[in-house]
């Protein structure tokens, strides 16, 4: 019992033996024999407690400084990041301390952990150091690798300023549809840049920059967006979902050139039939909301089909035309 009692007061004193050296490193501002091997020892075997001494260091200590960065490694800090479970309270005290200065590892983790959640708190404690690491982001956006770009324009996105002679421009014709869409969302913001992004959204093969597009274009649309918006609603490929939000986009231009294509969605037929209604479907019953709501002229065809419509034996189209 004697030796068991003596065995556990060595390891005590092994314990603080190294946090005493830190304190009294820290306290003198001098680095005395043997302090840099406290530090390995409790950044290994208690480096919370290491932490909590160093948050309690004067900021102009010197000792605590170097101390952080000897101890906060690369690989220790991906080792936090990377256990599982995570312990997510150091982790959190870990990137607390992590200033603009040594944010390159955190962008670093960013791109490369698997996981989810550190990937959320990665990115929080990222966009707290904004706007001093955005050099460094924009540095990091030739990666070869597209989530990397992708990661980098988001975190771009959280900030107020972007930085000095860098612009979206450079991106939105990356060949990763995800990095376009993340360049597209910054180009939106820039108010002599909007139109080109939601045009250039608009155009986009992908469905969905082509959602964010049409979801702007509900807001305003440049006259050189209304063909694009037509050429969506009338792209049967496209879906109905994406196609109502076009034909809604089309009815609050207010544009003659919108009457057209939303009437050829509500019509059937040619020549002598025209006057037919289209079958019913999502996209027709949009396209009736939109023409009865319509603020500008109507031909007199579009207006034939709109009373025909009024006076049918279908409550939903009755009803599309009606709530106008």
């Not at 004697?2 to 501002?29: N, T």
């Not at 002229?297 to 279908?314: F, K, P, Q, V, Y």
Request: hydrophobic share 45%; net charge negative; proline share 5%.
């Amino acid at each position: 019992m004697e030796e068991a009692h003596r065995e556990d007061g060595s390891k005590a004193s092994r314990v603080l033996e190294p946090e005493r050296l830190l304190m009294m490193a820290i306290e003198l501002d001098h680095a005395p024999d043997g302090v840099w091997d406290a530090i390995d020892r409790l950044a290994e075997s208690g480096l919370s407690k290491l932490l909590d001494i160093l948050a309690a260091a004067p900021h102009s200590s010197w000792v605590a400084s170097d101390a952080w960065h000897r101890a906060i490694t690369h690989d220790r800090l991906r080792s936090l990041v990377d256990a599982e479970p995570p312990d997510l309270g150091l982790l959190e005290q870990v990137l607390a301390g992590i200033g603009a200065a040594d944010a390159g590892v955190l962008l670093d983790l960013l791109t490369e952990s698997d996981s989810l959640s550190t990937r959320r708190r990665l990115f929080s404690r990222l966009t707290e150091l904004a706007p001093d690491i955005g050099t460094e982001i924009v540095r990091r956006l030739s990666d070869e690798r597209w989530f990397a770009r992708r990661n980098m324009l988001q975190l771009l996105g959280e900030f107020t300023d972007w930085p000095r002679r860098w612009s979206p421009l450079e991106l939105s014709e990356d060949p990763h549809p995800a990095v376009r869409r993340e360049s597209f969302k910054l180009l939106l913001r820039v108010p002599e840049h909007r139109d080109r992004a939601l045009c250039g959204l608009l155009a986009d093969t992908d469905r969905r920059a082509m959602s964010l597009g049409l979801a702007a274009a509900t807001e305003s649309c440049p006259p050189e967006g209304i063909d694009l918006l037509a050429a969506i609603v009338r792209d049967e490929s496209v879906s109905p979902e994406l196609r109502v939000m076009g034909v809604r986009a089309l009815g609050l231009t207010g544009s003659a050139a919108a009457v057209v294509p939303m009437t050829e969605l509500i019509q059937r037929g040619s020549g002598l039939v025209r006057r037919r209604l289209a079958e019913k479907s999502p996209v027709m019953l949009a396209a009736l909301q939109a023409l009865s709501a319509f603020a500008g002229d109507l031909d007199a065809e579009t207006r034939r089909l709109l009373s025909r419509a009024a006076r049918s034996d279908d409550p939903a189209i009755r009803d599309a035309v009606g709530r106008s």
